[in-house]
């Protein structure tokens, strides 16, 4: 799973469908930014990650396999997915966003543009 | 004069306001009062035949999971290790949401279940464990002689 960004356009359906908030991990270095986001429940198949314009959008459908007959009794993870959107600024450079995604944890790599990047500023004096 | 505007922490009060709601919605609290914000997230449901326990503990190493049944507890514990970086120049934590350290939840099982027959296993970040009933407590059908 080393390229996995889409421009796609945003289904309308999935986007009123209530869903969970996924917690996660913003780090930002001088290289680029990082994102680990916790989605348990969601396979490869049933996670999308989108870049549209500066929205990058993460979803995940919860694709358990659950015995016939389960009745539950308590539930704190109650709806059927997650969803979170961020806004990128314009130095991250989203055609090389890679992504890694194990056992429920996704990490998200988004690098600078090359222009972006830290140089030092030489100060002229006369 | 503006103190009296806020006469008393904002804050605390909207906590107790959420726990006098929660008390208000949930009948049967238990003495091991589950909490709705703990780490692992829990899951509890049953079928005739079982007891299904959906543990949501996302990017843990399955043999780092501690799982123990005692008298009819079920303990799961572990930890996690924190991905943020140690604080170093020129690196910005901007969310730090996520769970990280040591964690331990409690779920109190039926009567009827069969401590030698639990399974567990870990997939798409999920611990799920399965507790079967002892057969004699499985629902059966009795026919009129």
Redesign the interface.
């Known amino acids: 799973m080393s390229d996995t960004t889409t421009v796609a356009p945003e289904n309308q359906a999935a986007r009123s469908e209530a869903t969970l908030l996924p ?8 290289t680029g ?1 990082t994102l ?1 986001a ?6 490869k198949d049933t996670l999308g990650i989108h870049v549209e314009a500066n929205t990058l959008t993460i979803e995940g459908r919860l ?2 396999a ?13 709806l059927p997915g997650y969803r979170r959107t961020f806004t990128l600024s314009r130095e991250l450079d989203t055609t090389r966003v890679s992504a890694e995604f ?4 996704l990490t998200l790599r988004i690098p600078k543009a090359e222009h972006a990047k830290p140089r030092k500023i030489a100060i002229q004096v006369d | 004069m503006y103190r009296s505007l806020l006469p008393r922490d904002v804050f605390a009060e909207l906590n107790r306001l959420q726990r006098e709601l929660q008390q208000t919605f949930e009948f049967s609290p238990s003495i091991r009062g ?1 909490s ?1 914000n703990g780490f ?9 035949q ?1 007891v ?1 326990i ?1 543990a ?5 190493d399955p043999a780092t999971l501690e799982i123990d049944l005692e008298r009819g507890v079920l303990s799961i514990a572990g930890e996690r290790p924190a ?3 140690a604080p170093v120049e ?10 990280a350290g040591r964690f331990r939840r409690v779920v109190s099982l039926p009567d009827d279940i069969d401590p030698n027959a639990v399974t567990a296993d ?5 611990l ?1 464990i ?1 507790a079967k009933r002892r057969e004699s407590a499985q629902p059966r059908r009795i026919s009129i002689q």
């Not at chain 1, 916790?38 to 396979?43: F, K, Q």
């Not at chain 1, 194990?102 to 944890?105: A, D, T, V």
């Not at chain 2, 692992?40 to 005739?48: C, E, H, I, Q, Y």
């Not at chain 2, 949501?56 to 843990?60: E, K, W």
């Open positions: 917690p996660v991990d913003v780090v930002e270095d001088v930014i680990y916790d989605l348990p429940g969601v396979s694709s358990m659950t015995p016939e007959g389960l009745e539950v009794g308590h539930a704190e993870v109650s194990k056992q429920g944890l | 589950i709705r692992p997230a829990l899951n509890v449901g049953r079928t005739p079982s299904e959906y949501f503990a996302p990017g843990l991905t943020l970086p020129k690196v910005a934590v901007h969310i730090n949401e996520r769970f870990y997939r798409d970040g999920v799920h399965s």
